[in-house]
């Protein structure tokens, strides 16, 4: 069986964008499917990590066209705002500068459903002619940036290939949504095109159980749920930090600041010498001034360590070397439907996670479910500082570790299975 795959992100696309049809590429062949790649030529990718390109498999094959991107033009008024907006960090709107609102305007009313839009029309004149001339069995779309399915929607309706539409993040309910001002009649476009693509697809995948849930109740289309998962990472033996560091990988925006978190540490520094001695609070990634600013008004700056984006494979050596990871994720019921890619990853670190986030999120179930941590609502100060008090006295013992059960199943190869089910039985 021969897939299309029409992704956005490709090596040396950095960040977690990249990584679930990666290893779905990597593993697809185990399960007789030959998948070919349909890439930008040309992207403007915020994070790039160069030694994911050793993770493709020999012999794919990967086509490329040009695309034009409205973010090189956008660099002109502001090159470091139109960097920070494209990794999607966005300030409170009181912290707003007037270019930051000026982009956010033009970029939610002006580019819908996103600013890659201009490589649907390119790409579906390119794709038509490759898939009349080429056996293809089926054609996958994945989004965000969800112009991508747009591409999937106008070939099924040219050539009549079977169609499936993977959301790795929802459409019209994603956490930026609201940030980016737009107009009555541009939320209605969203709205309209979404729905399209529900309607048209042969199959939609998408990443969490809420998601499923909510796109049930827009289409008749058959919806699967394959979340991300966890890879068998060869990497040298981490050592354990000494220090009782507490980390979180990946980027934190504006609206994933946990105020109540950085309050329990200060008041633990305060009441208990030998953690204030002991504590370091790790951050990797990108990370907004407002968080920061948080953290120094709670008085952590002496505690707090900055990286810059790492290589994959060094942000899994810090997991595994952490002695806590924290996962946070925006207090808002449309993040409920967020699983983030690291959840897996942080798993199998056998590192106890601190989660963070809105009531009912999908985390919750998965972190109970595999018991590889504690979920906490933004609100719970209390039970927080319990279970960071706990864990450091386990960390003190030399017992402090975490004791999953079930993982199995999120292993990057047995979601490459189910996918591949998927593909071969779309009307299920």
Known sequence: MKVLIVTYYWPPAGGPGVQRWLKFVKYFRDFDIEPIVYVPENPT?????????????????????????????????????????????????AKQSFIQRLLLYIRGNFFIPDARKFWVKPSVIYLKEYLSENKINAVITTGPPHSIHLIGKELKKHTGVKWFADFRDPWTTIGYHDKLKLTKRSMQKHTSMEKAVLNTADHVVVTSFTTKKEFKGITNTPVSVVTNGYD????????????????????????????????????????????????RLQLVGAVSDDVLYSIKEAGLSDFLVLKAYVPHAEAIQIQRSSQVLLLIEIDSKDTRCIIPGKLFEYMVSTRPIIAIGPRGADVSRLISETNSGTFFEYQEYEKIKAQILEYFVQFQKGTLASHVIGVGKYSRRELTKTMADILKNPDF
Do not use: M
């Open 45 to 93: 990718y915020p994070i790039e990590d160069t030694s994911l390109l050793s993770e493709i498999p020999e012999g794919i094959e990967v086509l490329k066209q040009p695309i034009f991107e409205p973010y090189r033009l956008a660099q002109i008024f502001s090159k470091k705002e139109t960097k920070t907006i494209s990794k999607g960090i966005i300030a409170g709107v």
């Open 232 to 279: 068998k990472e060869s990497v040298s033996e981490p050592v354990l930090d000494t220090k009782f560091t507490i980390s979180h990988i990946g980027s934190l925006l504006s609206g994933r600041n946990p105020k109540n978190l950085w309050k329990a540490l200060c008041d633990l520094t305060e009441e208990n010498k030998t953690f204030s001695l002991a504590l």
